[in-house]
């Protein structure tokens, strides 16, 4: 049966309305009930491909109320000690509709369990994302999910150092410290302002007239006047992407071990990278960034030996060289900004040092990375990887496990098994050991040839900078500055200039780096990235504990958590969060443009979803 509530009912909808029956309370309160009663949305919902648990309560999407986040929190304070906790779980029918949830449940008021249709080690690094920024159950429900004018996509309610004060569209965005933070450190500047200006030049020339306090993506043209500056300091972002020469073992002479080791050999990837890219890239040491947890366990990169890469070919009856086509596709990438500068000085390269005649061929994308993955490309190739996660999984797994694809041709058994039992452990102290052995397997094969590390996302994301007074300053390698343990001596306001303004700060349905950084100052998640790092701890749960094949992650939440409206942080919260992404059939499903991508990305595909 439809249940009525009155409107009064409604309007505090935030952790008040969960007990049929709290006209009394209001009554005590001296309040009148209003006589208007409405059909809300509380029937159980049982849909194809998902149940939801009895006691679920979601405001129909068609009708959002207009209510800021504030003014429910008194009477929420007052009535929250007399309400009985609902909680909510949802789950899929089964895993056939091809994502990787199975389950998500509040068991109790602080605890959330989410169940996986299959194991994954990487689970903490991808709850750390932005996009999944804990915002109030009710707030979701009160702004219906998103849409055009809603409110949820400019005002959003955390529980992080900062809230949102105002946005002035085209200007900038003014956040203020939340006296209410539960971190141990609160933000250490009362004043936090975002604004932008897509000319670099320009943003340089605001930092030195003092009128901003740190700026993003420095031109790498200008890493020298930055750093000829006594009044500013330049900070390099920790690479989180490859450049790698690939190369596939079923085609001669690649078929041959001695002759990829002599390949490694015989590159000078330092002058590679001096010739070849802006400044701010760098060799790299492995195929996975050093700043990723395990991505440099094991030795390093063999060095520049052409000495002994001629005597591999000597070995093999291949002195006199050999001929072989070089290809990349016509595009440039933030792993690689100058593809042909990168390509002529391999080839340079090889024909000096092993007399090895190089054609350089280029392609269209599409058909580039079909011939690359199916492995019929001849020859060697240039390819990159950026992280779609700060796992060494993202990065190993999927070009050497057992599910790569078949670009460097036939797989090699110590490295799966190196990376099974790495994907079996949960935690970082115990994967090390598995990752060094799969480091040094990589090494010791030559799969391929790790080149350089460079930008995440662009190639002029590789510094940023401050004024020299800024303590605390930081470059995250996923852009994802936390400024709230920033200060500057003496002044109450920290200024940041990006390059562009946020899309929306509902960050669910956004992958805009401005957006995610703005929405990472408000917004927290149960686990965060350490600040300048990619490695993560937790955040809003204590703790996310697996089970034994990794299947079932169990997070604790951290008790008096308070939200930006000043309502306490529950299990329902956590749920309600991911339910309205994951399931397309929820009426919260919609966000800004109703993409939610980095779900998608990250956990696979929707419940109840048309689109493949």
Not at 219 to 238: C, G, I, M, Q
Not at 303 to 327: H, M, Q, R, S, V
Not at 366 to 393: E, I, K
Not at 574 to 584: K, L, M, N
Request: with cysteine; charged share 20%; net charge negative.
């Amino acid at each position: 049966m439809m249940a009525s509530k009155s409107l009064l009912a409604q309007l505090f909808n935030k952790k008040t309305s969960r007990l049929v029956g709290i006209s009394w309370l209001l009554m005590a309160l001296g309040l009148e009930l209003l006589s208007g009663c409405a059909a809300f949305g509380v029937t159980q919902r049982v849909r194809a491909g998902a149940t939801v648990t009895p006691g679920n309560q979601v405001t129909p999407a068609s009708t959002p109320l207009a209510i800021e986040p504030t003014t429910v929190a008194a009477t929420s304070a007052l009535m929250a000690s007399a309400l009985p906790f609902e909680p909510i779980a949802v789950r899929a029918t089964d895993c056939s509709y091809g994502g990787e949830f199975k389950a998500i449940e509040a068991l109790d008021v602080s605890t959330v369990r989410f169940s996986l249709c299959a194991p994954d080690p990487a689970f903490l690094a991808k709850i750390a994302f932005p996009a999944f920024g804990i915002q109030p159950k009710e707030w979701l429900e009160q702004t219906g999910g998103g849409g055009t004018g809603s409110q949820l996509l400019r005002k959003p309610v955390g529980t992080g150092p900062y809230k949102l004060s105002v946005w002035k569209p085209g200007e900038e965005l003014d956040f203020e410290a939340f006296k209410d933070y539960w971190g141990a450190e609160k933000a250490k500047t009362p004043s936090l302002v975002f604004r932008w200006n897509i000319d670099s030049a320009q943003r340089l020339l605001e930092l030195q007239a003092g009128t901003a306090s740190g700026i993003d993506n420095v031109n790498s043209a200008d890493f020298p006047t930055v750093e000829a500056d006594s009044n500013l300091t330049l900070l390099h972002r920790p690479a989180l992407n490859i450049l790698y020469l690939g190369m596939n073992n079923t085609q001669p002479p690649f078929d041959n071990e001695k002759v990829r080791q002599a390949l490694a050999l015989a590159i000078d990837r330092q002058k590679l990278v001096d010739s070849g890219f802006p400044a701010g890239y760098e060799v790299a040491s492995n195929f996975t960034p050093c700043t990723i947890p395990n991505g440099c366990a094991g030795d390093s990169w063999v060095l520049f030996d052409p000495l002994k890469a001629k005597a591999l070919l000597k070995e093999e009856d291949l002195a006199d060289g050999f001929e072989i086509d070089l290809t990349y596709q016509d595009q440039v990438r933030g792993y690689m900004p100058r593809p042909d500068l990168v390509a002529k000085e391999i080839k340079t390269q090889l024909w000096e040092n092993l007399k090895v005649q190089v054609r350089i061929r280029t392609m269209e994308e599409q058909a580039f990375t079909q011939a690359v993955d199916a492995g019929t490309l001849n020859g060697l190739y240039l390819l990159g990887w950026g992280a779609d996660y700060p796992d060494v999984s993202n990065f190993l797994d999927f070009h050497f496990g057992d599910r790569a694809s078949l670009q460097f041709g036939n797989k090699f058994d110590d490295i799966v098994q190196a990376l099974r039992g790495g994907a079996a452990q949960p935690d970082d102290a115990r994967r090390k050991p598995f990752y060094e052995a799969a480091n040094n397997a990589i090494l010791q094969h030559v799969p391929m040839i790790p080149l350089s590390h460079g930008g995440w996302a662009l190639s002029d994301s590789l510094a940023v900078a401050y004024a020299k007074a800024v303590q605390g300053a930081q470059a995250s390698p996923l852009s994802l500055e936390a400024f709230g343990s920033m200060s500057i001596p003496g002044k109450d306001r920290l200024v940041w200039m990006q390059a562009a303004e946020p899309v929306s700060l509902y960050c669910a349905d956004e992958t805009d780096v401005e957006s995610l950084r703005a929405c990472s100052q408000v917004t927290e998640s149960l686990y965060r990235y350490e600040p300048g790092g990619a490695a993560v701890q937790p955040a809003l749960a204590e703790a996310c504990e697996p089970n034994g094949d990794l299947t079932v992650w169990t997070c604790t939440l951290r008790k008096g958590v308070l939200f930006q409206d000043g309502t306490n942080l529950d299990a329902n919260d956590v749920v309600t969060t991911f339910w309205v992404q994951w399931d397309a059939a929820n009426p919260l499903h919609r966000g800004d443009k109703g993409f939610f991508l980095y779900f998608k990305s990250l956990w696979g595909g929707f419940l109840n979803s048309a689109r493949p």
